[in-house]
């Protein structure tokens, strides 16, 4: 089936960095999505991405959906503690009913 | 809107029990689904559902049955438990198959001994 690959797996910042990361596949998705699940919940959507090429903030969050339209990316700026968890890329291909979900990156912000 | 509700939040099995995991939403989704994550791990879909009376096999679906009687309820049922079971199980619905995303409940810890 689909995969989808996260990289970094995970990452270790000090509370201020900026963050990056990203989501790769072998197939063509028609949407991207991202979520965060913070420790002991469900994962919590985070920003949606529909189109080549597209860039979607939410606060601290962007996101871009790649121009070949096989990766997205995520980037955290100003990171603050709460940003503690784990953060899921999902992609859609057109005549799916359900989400493909990545590996995920663990995100840990020290003080 | 309570969103994705699961009961129970934690559960310890013996080893051959039984147990249904219950998943209800009040969000009027057609689209459910079930899936479990090992410690450290992603998420794996078990199984789903387009509608009320339609299921469908994820990619780990051994060891596990689903009814989707309403469109409100979708109910994991483990047969004859094993401590590979063991696992933080999420449902999660959604309106459209995911093109706005799903809506997770927040989980179900089961621990199989």
């Known amino acids: 089936g689909q995969q989808l690959n996260q990289s970094p797996q995970s990452m270790f910042i000090q509370e201020g960095e900026d963050v990056s990361m990203n989501c790769t596949s072998s197939?063509?998705?028609?949407?991207w999505l991202w979520y965060k699940q913070d420790p002991g919940e469900g994962p919590v959507l985070l920003i949606a991405?529909?189109?080549?090429?597209e860039l979607t903030s939410n606060g601290r969050l962007t996101a871009q959906f790649g121009i070949t339209r096989k990766d997205s990316f995520l980037n955290i700026s100003a990171s603050i503690p709460s940003d503690v968890g784990i953060y899921f890329c999902?992609?859609?291909?057109?005549?799916?009913?359900?989400?493909?979900f990545g590996t995920g990156t663990r995100l840990q912000v020290t003080l | 809107n309570a969103g994705v509700t699961q009961t129970p939040k934690f559960r310890i099995l013996k080893i051959g029990q039984s147990m249904t995991l219950q998943c209800t939403q009040d969000?009027?989704?057609?689209?459910m689904y079930w899936y479990r994550q090992d410690p450290g791990m992603g998420l794996k879909l078990i199984y789903y559902?387009?509608?009320?009376?339609?299921?469908d096999k994820g990619e780990v679906p051994n060891g596990y049955n689903v009814s989707r009687s309403t469109t409100e309820d979708f109910p994991l049922r483990l047969e004859l438990a094993a401590p590979s079971q063991t696992s933080v199980y999420f449902c999660?619905?959604?309106?459209?198959?995911?093109?706005?995303?799903?809506?997770f409940g927040s989980g179900t810890r089961l621990t199989v001994v």
């Open positions: 197939s063509i998705f028609n949407t």
């Open positions: 999660a619905s959604s309106y459209s198959g995911g093109t706005h995303g799903y809506t």
């Open positions: 999902a992609g859609l291909t057109g005549t799916a009913s359900k989400l493909t």
């Open positions: 969000m009027n989704h057609n689209y």
């Open positions: 559902s387009v509608g009320a009376g339609i299921t």
């Open positions: 991405l529909y189109k080549a090429g």
